[in-house]
């Protein structure tokens, strides 16, 4: 019987899953090296912690690292029912507010290294987190994706520690109650972009798909989304690096202007305020301000005669 660590947040409704102590230890001395490692030898573990029957496709992992830059508080590679993630917004302020509850930080400027880079979170309290994202961009804009209906939607790729379709021209309500729809045609888009061999930079997939559309009302946002993540689910929270994505094209297009706030409400309803400063020539640096919740802590017992020990693949 083997015992896992773990504390569950969630920010904005999306839940995150930090593994607080585990069996692994890493060779690899950089987070790419240790993410690699990670999906070749221990991919029964990430089945093990998020999928059903302990877990469910909402899930996102977040497993504790030693640092492996000078200055960094810890290393954290993020995974969910399908994969690795390259980084994860609403994760990582879920990381803040489980290492605060630990008592592992304090309030305050914390580095945490990610296998896309090295990320800066500012504890402001015990739930509000001020995270500044690793150098997002816009890729290419307006991309015309042709559907099995007839109909042509058009969107921006661009990358904001993972990679996303950006769409406005859908032509569907962003509300709860258009789930079904919102679903269907995510997905359909995402299966086009596959099929057309449309990518992201160095032929990166693009797994992430954001349908934009008005806010429930101007006073309390300025947009809102519905994201699409690679194991299907959608995100409860406003998405940190889809907004980072946004925050690119938005800035690469010259309506937002830096240091200006802009909030995405997500599909339920929560809200990260964002904003933005020019790094780099075409890049910005992202800072997403959000709030995350610890609502369990405990154990999780890997069984190995139990034949659903380690997940039931998604």
């Not at 585990?22 to 950089?30: C, D, E, N, R």
């Not at 930080?105 to 402001?124: C, E």
């Not at 888009?189 to 057309?196: K, S, T, V």
């Amino acid at each position: 019987m083997q015992r896992i660590r773990i504390v569950d947040t969630h920010t904005g409704g999306e839940p995150t899953r930090v593994v607080v102590s585990s069996p692994i230890h890493f060779t690899g001395q950089s987070m790419p090296e240790r993410r690699l490692e990670f999906t070749g030898k221990f991919d029964e573990f990430r089945r093990a912690i998020v999928c059903e029957p302990r877990g469910n496709d909402v899930m996102v992992g977040a497993l504790l690292t030693e640092p492996v830059e000078s200055g960094s508080a810890a290393g954290v590679i993020f995974f969910n029912n399908v994969g690795t993630l390259g980084m994860c917004g609403h994760g990582m302020i879920g990381v803040a507010a489980a290492l605060y509850f630990l008592e592992s930080i304090d309030l305050g400027t914390h580095r945490i290294d990610t296998p896309v880079g090295t990320v800066q979170i500012d504890l402001q309290s015990d739930r509000q987190v001020q995270l500044q994202n690793v150098p997002s961009y816009r890729w290419k804009s307006a991309v015309p994706v042709g559907l099995t209906s007839g109909q042509v939607v058009h969107g921006d790729i661009a990358w904001g520690g993972n990679w996303f379709f950006i769409c406005e021209d859908h032509g569907l309500a962003v509300e709860l109650s258009n789930l079904r729809q919102l679903d269907c045609l995510s997905r359909e888009i995402r299966e086009q972009l596959g099929r057309n061999c449309t990518t992201g930079a160095q032929g990166a997939v693009i797994d992430h798909i954001e349908l934009i559309g008005p806010p429930s009302s101007a006073e309390v946002a300025d947009a809102k989304s519905f994201v699409l993540c690679p194991g299907g689910a959608y995100d409860r929270s406003p998405c940190g690096t889809g907004t980072s994505a946004k925050l690119a094209c938005l800035a690469a297009d010259g309506k937002l202007h830096e240091g200006r706030v802009y909030r995405q409400e997500s599909i339920v309803g929560s809200i990260f305020a964002a904003s933005y400063r020019w790094f780099d020539g075409a890049k910005i640096l992202p800072t997403i301000v959000g709030a995350a919740h610890v609502n369990a802590e405990g154990e999780l017992l890997l069984d190995i005669q139990d034949p659903f020990c380690f997940g039931i693949p998604s």
